[in-house]
């Protein structure tokens, strides 16, 4: 009997010490099958494998994301994957894109909650009549791939501002601001009536409201769209209309200005010159004063010199 006792002990003991290598080893294995498709999916130069790889990195995650502790797994090896984790912890969103032709790209991606509860999102883009006004859902999602996240409150209503890109078109590219809500019952809404214009003066004075924040640019310049820690406020290039490439027509590119969004709990409202001097550079010093007042410095009237008589 004695004998009996101290083999299962023994075999409860190898249980417990072997389990948690197998889960991470398992873990790994995942990894390294995800780090093969993210690499398929950005070099095969055939269409028909950049598909299957696109496809195959959701069922690879969802697989993945049924064992312990892969909440926390990092991922790192897996570089065709945009991996962001919510600012107060409460889910991670993974976001990944097809290029499938000069004007075509297509997105996919997955919200993974710590309960294990896993959401896939449907890119349904060319659906979208109206993307500034329109709201949809995971299953009607405007794809793009995410680079970074920050939160706002609206009311008693907390949102998710998820900043992604968009390859759009072969002369024309997009950035934009996706606003994000987890309802008490868990459903998972996208797009809403926080970002608000005011423009006119005085009495003229209208206010625009849009559910979606998108920046039509040329391909040919390079733009900012992120939060700033620095200013505490959505940072982003002012954007004129130019003369394009041949073929292109006219499409938008920086002058060197900047333009805001100040989150408040009523919104997200648009300060239309955040800085008082221009630069090339994206506003990185220190020292740079913003433009505290929201209006466009008042010019200096130069005097004249009196004659000599």
Not at 6 to 24: G, R
Not at 139 to 153: D, H, I, P, R, V
Not at 279 to 303: I, Q
Request: hydrophobic residues 40%; proline residues 5%.
């Amino acid at each position: 009997m004695r004998q009996i006792i101290i083999c299962f002990l023994l075999s409860l003991l190898f249980v417990l010490c072997v389990a948690p290598q197998s889960n991470a080893q398992s873990l790994e294995e995942h990894e390294s099958t995800l780090a093969e498709l993210s690499v398929q999916l950005v070099n095969d130069s055939l269409l028909e494998n950049r598909k299957a790889a696109f496809a195959n990195l959701m069922t690879e995650f969802e697989a993945a994301f049924k064992l312990d502790s892969a909440y926390s797994f990092p991922f790192d090896s897996v570089v065709g994957v945009s991996r962001l984790y919510a600012p107060d912890s409460t889910f991670r969103m993974l976001t990944w894109q097809l290029f499938e032709n000069k004007e075509t790209y297509t997105y996919s991606g997955c919200i993974v909650f710590p309960d294990g509860r896993f959401v896939k999102l449907t890119d349904a883009s060319p659906m979208f009549m109206n993307p500034k006004q329109q709201e949809g859902k995971p299953e009607l999602w405007f794809g793009a791939l995410y680079y970074n996240m920050t939160k706002a409150q609206h009311g008693d209503k907390t949102y998710y501002l998820l900043f992604g890109f968009d390859g759009h078109s072969y002369f024309n590219k997009q950035k934009l601001i996706e606003a994000m809500h987890i309802a008490e019952d868990g459903t998972i809404s996208f797009g809403a009536p926080i970002f608000k214009y005011t423009r006119g003066k005085k009495e003229k004075k209208r206010t625009f409201v849009e559910s979606r924040f998108i920046l039509n640019y040329s391909a040919e310049v390079s733009i900012s769209l992120n939060w700033s820690d620095l200013y505490e406020v959505i940072l982003f290039d002012h954007l004129i209309l130019a003369g394009g490439s041949y073929g292109q027509g006219p499409a938008y590119v920086t002058d060197g200005s900047y333009e805001a969004f100040q989150i408040t709990g009523e919104g997200l409202f648009f300060i239309e010159k955040y800085f008082n001097q221009i630069s090339l550079e994206p506003p990185m010093d220190p020292d740079a004063k913003p433009n505290t007042n929201f209006a466009p410095p008042k010019k200096k009237k130069k005097k004249r010199k009196k004659k000599n008589q």
